[in-house]
């Protein structure tokens, strides 16, 4: 089909325009499009921004790569998302993106985090995507936008709203009316606001590519046909909103024309099968620089040789757009951590949590995009053979209608060094890595040579909060079921009953004994944690993972009525998996003796009453009476004190080593929750210092609050400052 598109003048990148933006008329053609793929503008743009001298054109794509206004783009990009950071943090973190070598900020689009509860909206602060994207334009990049809805991510309930969970007859990414209902209304919405902010690349903005769904192949099957019918729809429902740029699915072989198909993973060219189509260009959006990190486990480290070995490969293997996951991890602040997550996300990414250049993955990683974009006219416009230097050794070569040539030698040997001819030139390849000649005849980067220096992360301590009258504290109350609100006749699920609105769930029942007596308490949980109280008393805890587990433990029964009061906690929902409206967690079963309680009734509350009442914040924290702390470190118990915040401008960390598990609030703004109790394999925690932004903070007089599970000394906790070592290559 043809389409005549009227666009008003302006894409962001290189030359500064101040009058009035021209407009022109375009023509283009795409024969798989059914509709026009760009809005007509007809309003001038006084804005004043940077932009390239190619300006307002088509985003489109072929076999080779992406193209903007029909010239072929060679692609580096970083996922850095908005709410793992905050705005005070994005533009160092953009600008290092960008003296990485990165061209491309991709980022997804959280709906739980922005639409809570149904039709109440939040944009503001970390939550605010349209100024995070307008930072990434005002630093010249582009944005490639993955708007899911469901994300996956690490994050509670893969990003999907758990008010979806009560809507009628909803089956989540099914061929199923409710689901697409609510997911067609939300993406209209995001698109819609992307388009009223001028913010598509079409019509002058950063974003060049978006993206529906997410990993949906891996669960696809279990939905028979209406998993197919659901692709079809959702790419439908895509291409439908006329954003004038490309879209994605990411792991999906099936994608419909003209949606892209896209690789995630460690080592996308070696697996990836390619684009399901010769028209369509080969993207890695996910190349995992770290990985996701539980409670328990150690770190996942990938070397810079290593990462660098499989960008050449898949560059190699005619791969035109690649995308670090993470560039920058950042941190899951609050409860937004998705089951058993830690608070820090991919720290190991070349930007730390902090937005620290960790070294050498950084350096590294540039010199790479350096030399591949050497590369870059017999990449995109040359003709593409491979031919064989040994066993294990493969020449990739690209040349030029204008004689330049461009190799790629591959030495996949991980033992042993190879000697090799390539051209009559003789070439030494360390074992497994690329050697990139931009003029197929000189080496000007071979990924196992690492020559960026290592840096060092380190810590100092600014304040000590090791005085006993610093500190006060609040005993979380333990309810008994004549005080609770909700009343039920079985034990109910966990997360339908809270609604991801705390993790805490408080199951109470109480009952008559005619004698004081010892018995065994069972109790069978699929939840995370479990806490016990007989008639006020604490009798234990046991914690879980993704299978039942069970509490044990000998209590005193009383003559007359008898109080029990199970604390439920989940450490962040589920993220992933088909039907996940179906999943649940919490108590299964109570016995005492041989007495089951499961049908007695059963009275909740839902969250700690510190929770409920915000004690954490300037008005909530007169709500209770706080008393001098007594150094008892009881279970359930808050801890607040005061601090000023240390001189300087590097990070802060607090240190939570003494601590067990909880949450942790400064200034109202919760930091994330901590798990320093559980060890890894090595016999340390997974996660000991917990970020605070400095936009968090004030000069004085700043408000540290935490809740405590277990029996955590808040005396240890100190608050550090980070840095890192200098290094005159950066």
Known sequence: MRARITSSVGCPFAVCLTHTHLLLHLEYRFDKWSQPLFLSSTKPNHSYQCFEKMMHKPVTFDGRSLMIDGQHLLLFSGSIHYPRSTPQMWPSLISKAKQGGIDVIQTYVFWNLHEPQQGQYDFS????????IREVQAHGLYVCLRI??????EWTYGGLPFWLHDVPGIVFRSDNGPFKFHMQKWVRKVVNMMKSEKLYASQGGPIILSQIENEYQRIES??????????????GLAVGLQTGVPWIMCSQQDAPDPVINTCNGFECGVKFEGPNSPNKPSLWTENWTSFVQRYGEEPFIRSAAEI????????????????????????????????????????????????????????????????????????????YETSSLGHLQTAYVFKGKSGKCAAFLVNNDNTSNARVRFQNISFELPSMSISILPDCKNVAFNTAKVSTHYNTRSRTVKCKFDSMERWEEFNEPIPIFSNTLLKANALLDH????????DYLWYTVSFQHESDAEAELSVVSNAHVVHAFVNGAYKGYAHGGKHNFALENPIELKNGTNHIALLSVMVGFPDSGAYLERKTAGIRSVRIQNRYLNNYQWGYQIGLLGENLSIFTDKGRNKVEWSRFQGRHNRLTWYKTVFDAPGGHDPLALNLGSMGKGEVWVNGQSIGRYWVSIHTPQQRPSQTWYNIPRSFLKPEGNQLVLVEDEYGDPLGIKLDSVSITKDAKY
């Open 495 to 502: 997360m339908s009953t809270t609604k991801d609105t705390s």
């Open 308 to 383: 660098a070995f499989h960008v050449a490969l898949f560059i190699a293997k005619n791969g035109t757009y690649v995308n670090y996951y993470m560039y920058h991890g950042g941190t899951n602040f609050g409860r937004t951590a998705a089951a058993n997550v830690i608070t820090s996300y991919y720290d190991q990414a070349p930007l730390d949590e902090y937005g620290l250049i960790r070294q050498p993955l950084w350096g590294h990683l540039k010199e790479l995009h350096a030399a591949i974009k050497l590369c870059k006219v017999p990449l995109l416009a040359g003709s």
């Open 222 to 235: 279990a939905f028979n046909g209406k998993g197919s019918r659901y692709v079809q729809w959702a790419a």
């Open 148 to 153: 899911g809805p469901f994300i996956e991510s």
């Open 125 to 132: 602060g970390r939550h605010d995507i349209v100024r995070f």
